[in-house]
């Protein structure tokens, strides 16, 4: 029997149908390529799904997501869909999803590409050779911890976390670290936050079970501060909710162009793969979207979700031949460009370095 794996495709708002479209046109050519076969299966969700079924989370998508190998997913949201009730808007659909599919794990690596160097407000010696991965929990924390509310001129959220919580997410950082350069450096503020110390306890617990990575501990205040002064020491950062938010968003910075940057939220049995982007509304339907993101989450897909480790490699690779070849879209055209592609013309030109490739 050949490999088959099922996609879930989450397009959503915006950008989103755009860039899908060119990840589903390098996942078809390397699966060609790696012979295994990809079957998708589209769902609603966001804004879309609002205007279609009248909820941005329809339970046909839990259930098609949950009964797949994966979930691809492009971006929510949009201006007309601001006004509606927390409930109904688009980003409650998404944080649904994230809930449902128990992804407590969001990973967050950020590469910065030789060619693009200057595209960072960083120094060219600071930044050149980054290459980080932020493990965040995800589903808990300061985000989802009760009580939470507001009575009279006072309000209050909780940040709470069990140690199984803590354990799990910490698992997740280390065997991602045992396959890249064996560093974990846990971000807390375990110098005043008492959930911080169980944070620290937990975390030193659990690097009993990998010898052969090297833990250290650092205050948050302190990370803000050295991933702009000296990202290159980080390999691994693991952190809470509302730190890895912060610390994410900062990191992703390093490499100049939100358009970039993948993500994978992972849990004991699903996994959800998106860019780190929005849906960006300003540029939909224009063919100007930078598709690198979400190709980039297929990429990560494969290699976290299905195995197809090679497979996840060739669509890295083509990533960086295209760049180094001075393809570029709008976003990034100003930095080495030789031509400047649409969306389309972009996918196509990494899908076609894809069957050119050797791994
Ligand atoms: P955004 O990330 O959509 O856009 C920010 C800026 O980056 C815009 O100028 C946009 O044009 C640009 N940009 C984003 N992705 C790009 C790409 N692939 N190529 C080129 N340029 C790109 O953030 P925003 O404008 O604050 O939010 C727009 C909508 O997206 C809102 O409704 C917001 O709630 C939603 N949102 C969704 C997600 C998600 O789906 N995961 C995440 C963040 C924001």
Redesign the pocket.
């Known amino acids: 029997m050949g490999r088959n794996y099922r996609i879930t495709v989450i397009k959503?708002?915006?950008?989103?149908p755009e860039?899908i479209d060119e990840a589903i046109k390098v996942l078809d050519a390397v699966s060609s390529v790696k012979g295994f076969e990809l079957t998708y299966i589209d769902a609603l969700m966001?804004g879309i799904a609002y205007d279609v079924t009248g909820e941005p989370l329809p339970r046909e998508t839990i259930e098609k997501a949950k009964s797949s190998d994966a979930v691809l997913?492009?971006?929510?949201?949009?201006?007309q869909?601001?006004t509606l009730p927390r409930q109904l808007r688009?980003?409650t659909g998404?944080l649904n999803l994230r809930k449902e599919l128990g992804v407590y794990a969001n990973l967050r690596p950020v590469k910065v590409f030789d060619e693009l160097v200057e595209a960072s407000t960083l120094k060219e010696d600071v930044i050149r050779g980054v290459d980080l991965l932020v493990v965040r929990e995800l589903i808990g924390g300061l985000y989802f911890g009760e009580p939470k509310g507001k009575e009279g001129n006072r309000a209050f959220n909780t940040m709470v976390y069990s140690e199984s919580e803590i354990r799990r997410v910490a698992h997740v950082a280390f065997q991602t670290a045992m396959k890249r350069n064996k560093k974990v450096c846990s971000v807390d503020k375990a110098n005043v936050l008492d959930v911080s110390q169980l944070w620290r306890e937990v975390v030193t617990d659990v690097a009993k079970e990998y010898p052969e990575v090297s833990l250290s501990h650092m205050y948050v205040d302190n990370a803000a501060m050295q991933l702009i002064r000296d990202p290159k020491q980080f390999d691994v950062i693991l952190t809470g909710n509302i730190f890895g938010d912060i610390l994410s968003d900062e990191a992703s910075m390093l490499s100049g162009?939100?358009?970039l940057l993948p993500s994978a939220s992972i849990g004991d049995k699903f996994g959800l793969y998106?860019?780190?982007?929005?849906?960006?509304?300003?540029?939909a339907g224009q063919g100007?979207?930078?598709?690198?993101?979400?190709i980039a989450s297929a990429s990560m897909m494969l290699k976290y979700a299905l195995g197809e480790v090679e497979a996840s490699e060739c669509i890295d690779w083509a990533i960086r031949e295209a760049l180094k070849d001075g393809y570029r879209?709008?976003?990034i055209s100003q930095y080495g460009a030789k031509e400047i592609c649409s969306t389309s013309e972009f996918g196509s030109i990494i899908a076609n370095y894809v069957g050119k490739c050797r791994k």
């Not at 959503?12 to 989103?16: E, L």
């Not at 100007?288 to 979400?294: D, E, K, M, R």
């Open positions: 959503g708002d915006g950008i989103g860039i966001g997913f492009g971006a929510i949201g949009g201006e869909w601001d688009p980003e998404l162009s939100i358009g998106e860019p780190i982007h929005g849906s960006a509304p300003d540029i100007i979207a930078n598709p690198i993101a979400t879209t709008k976003d």
